[in-house]
């Protein structure tokens, strides 16, 4: 019986294989059909989120949604002697979350500067010992510092692991139950590495032993959210950060003489700065004027009396917290004006022999804070300090290592990561993209010119397909050589084609809405998404799809120009597997007939129209579509596809025709 219908299968099989037509196999580059996806993936990550309530399809924040906060309390020591930094913290974690935290997750990335860690496309300008924990106390209790030796898939009851790397774990006896609060101690010491051969940002801190610039200085409290639980990726070097907001109380004891700039509002003016550098400070506010608060002829002189003196910063809602120090400072001040909120300060501490680097770096300042103050929020803080040093272009919150030439990015920078807490570990492109998107608009308001994105998006099909570019989608923490690209230069495109389908100020609109629904809370790509569908009123769920998870391109063409009743038939193709809206600029000889308007046209003058089709067109699959003109008897002389080259194309001379 089994023989009989096992005889019985293989003849049913057979003759399902006759009637199935197999594919035939490739034999060319191109290919007739292409399958469009239109959906964007779910990972495990934002099932888990939108099954728990914490985001869901509008884009906002969902009606559970939680973080931890983390507020420091912080006394450090700079011994310029040793280039070290010796501290003491408190970490008050308030566990907002819905679990009950078995362990904590510390972040030690000065261990990068150590000899025998995992690195990036950084180098250290000198090896050190890293971030050196002396002690950690978690709710008064001592956590032994040995390192735990753990067998595969074992978690230790309780201890530590990873104090030489730059993520630690905490393993706690008794877990930090959910919606409660507990206290860590933290002793440590790092010494900030100098010298010519660093590459790379945050990789030199000092000048020599006279100027120091610490940056991830003290160990902080890595990421806990609703995606992943803890963000445990390493610290390699270029990609950044991730953090919790906060409030910070930080005292820096320096030699006397020394000027401290840093994060926050300076709270004990008068027990460091002389009553004239202090008066002088106080009058910053005062007019758009530059202000010299320390000149380079009161270099030393600028504090009260005292071998060391302590200058103590608190700074509330913020995500770190970064410092400059030098006994060389000069030290300037100026005001930006703040829609709805009025006038900031913005300071600026440099060394007398790089001066020349800061003539135009208040003026820059200024305009960014009130730029994009008024394009997307007003600035959230209140103040904002430039800081000179070696690793000028990075940003912090309230502080900007930069000089004048990266002013405005850095300055926008208070607005992502610092305002929108995105996850630049993964996903850098939610910061420098974004950021480096808003620059362009700066810069044409600096210059006093409407911004233009034309052609921006096209450009992209000059490097998709390339090997060595990762998705926007793919962490930015292992994109490598390809790091620049993904994480800086890919957004501004992917931008420039959204505002070709909605228009740019559609997109400014949504995304200031975006920057209000999110202000001090962690976005993630599928929020930044949908957010924008619903604002933008349709579903581009294929638009992120294709930018974000893919390398792919549009690269269109015109075909075929041709003939029929009075009609003509552009033959417009998309060789890419990114589909696009069709564009066509018609530009016809003069004449005294009026143009028949079509319904998707648009006239620019009397003799140029632009006719557009959705995007939809191509969800057959093909990759050929027919544009049928009518606009009347009046004859065409030009057509252009993409005329604004808002679309990624590489070979751009097959998108004109003209007529012979």
């Not at 006896?173 to 010519?196: N, R, V």
């Not at 950060?241 to 004891?253: E, L, P, Q, W, Y």
């Not at 320390?294 to 608190?314: H, N």
């Amino acid at each position: 019986m089994r023989k009989i219908l096992f005889l019985l299968f293989l003849s049913s099989s057979a003759a399902v294989a006759q009637q199935i037509t197999p594919l035939p196999l490739r034999n060319s580059i191109e290919t007739d059909h292409r399958s469009i996806r239109r959906d964007v993936p779910m990972t495990n990550s934002i099932r888990k989120a939108f099954e728990a309530g914490t985001r869901d399809f509008t884009g906002k924040p969902g009606p559970n949604y939680w973080q931890l906060e983390t507020d420091f309390t912080i006394q450090a020591s700079l011994d310029p002697h040793t280039q070290t930094i010796t501290g003491t913290e408190k970490i008050l974690v308030h566990n907002n979350s819905k679990d009950d935290l078995d362990r904590i997750v510390l972040r030690l990335d000065h261990n990068v500067f150590k000899g025998d860690v995992p690195r990036g496309l950084s180098t250290p300008a000198e090896q050190t010992d890293g971030m050196v924990v002396t002690r950690i106390l978690v709710a008064g209790e001592s956590i032994d510092l040995t390192e735990q030796k753990l067998g595969r898939n074992e978690t230790p009851k309780s201890g530590v692991t990873g104090l030489g790397k730059t993520i630690a774990t905490i393993y706690l006896s008794k877990p930090i139950k959910a919606g409660s609060k507990t206290e860590l101690e933290i002793d440590w010491h790092t010494k900030l590495p100098g010298g010519p051969d660093g590459v790379g940002h945050r990789m030199t801190q000092r000048f020599d032993s006279t100027l120091f610039q610490p940056t991830q200085w003290f160990p902080r409290l890595a990421k806990y959210d609703d995606l992943r639980g803890w963000e445990t990726s390493p610290y390699l070097g270029p990609a950044e950060f991730f953090n919790n907001f906060g409030k910070f109380d930080v005292s820096i004891t320096v030699p006397g003489g020394w000027i401290v700039s840093g994060t926050g509002i300076l709270q004990n003016p008068e027990k460091v700065l002389t009553p004239t550098v202090a008066q002088g400070r106080a009058k910053v506010l005062d007019s758009d004027d530059e202000i010299t608060i320390v000149g380079e002829d009161e270099k030393g002189k600028a504090t009260i009396p005292g071998d060391k003196l302590t200058w103590r910063f608190v700074a509330d809602k913020v995500n770190d917290f970064a410092w400059a120090a030098s006994a060389d400072f000069i030290w300037k001040g100026t005001r930006a004006n703040i829609p709805g909120k009025g006038y900031v300060p913005i300071y600026m501490v440099f060394i007398p022999e790089r001066a020349k680097l800061f003539v135009n770096a208040a003026k820059n300042t200024r305009h960014a804070m009130e730029f994009y103050s008024k394009l997307w929020a007003p600035y959230p803080f209140p103040q904002l300090t430039l800081q000179d040093g070696p690793s000028s272009g990075m940003e912090y919150p309230m502080v900007i290592n930069s000089n004048q030439g990266a002013a405005d990015h850095e300055t926008a920078h208070q607005w992502w990561p610092m305002m929108l807490g995105t996850n630049e570990t993964r996903y850098g492109w939610m910061d420098e993209g974004f950021n480096q998107y808003m620059n362009i608009l700066s810069g044409a308001d600096s210059r006093g010119t409407p911004a233009n994105l034309d052609g921006i998006g096209q450009s992209y099909g000059r490097v998709s397909g390339s090997e060595d570019e990762a998705p926007l989608m793919w962490s930015a923490n292992d994109a490598g050589i390809g790091y620049g690209y993904q994480t800086y230069q890919k957004t501004p495109p992917m931008l420039s084609m959204l505002g070709g389908i909605v228009g740019d100020d559609a997109v400014i609109n949504a995304m200031k809405k975006y920057t209000a629904a999110w202000a001090y809370k962690h976005p993630s790509p599928w929020d930044y998404m949908f957010f924008m569908n619903n604002e933008l009123g349709q579903n581009l769920e294929w638009f992120w799809y294709y930018w974000l998870f893919t390398t792919e391109s549009v690269e269109g063409s015109i075909e075929n120009v041709s003939s029929e009743s009075g009609k003509t038939i552009v033959t417009v193709k998309q060789a890419g597997e990114m589909p696009s809206p069709v564009v066509l600029k018609v530009e016809f000889e003069a004449g005294e007939q009026e143009l028949t308007p079509m319904p998707n046209s648009s006239l620019l003058d009397p003799n140029t129209a632009v006719v557009t089709w959705p995007v939809d067109v191509w969800w057959d699959g093909s990759r050929a579509f027919d544009a049928v003109l009518d606009f009347g008897p009046r004859k065409i002389k030009k057509i252009t596809l993409d005329p604004n080259g808002r679309f990624p194309d590489l070979k751009v001379d097959d998108n004109v025709w003209q007529a012979k």
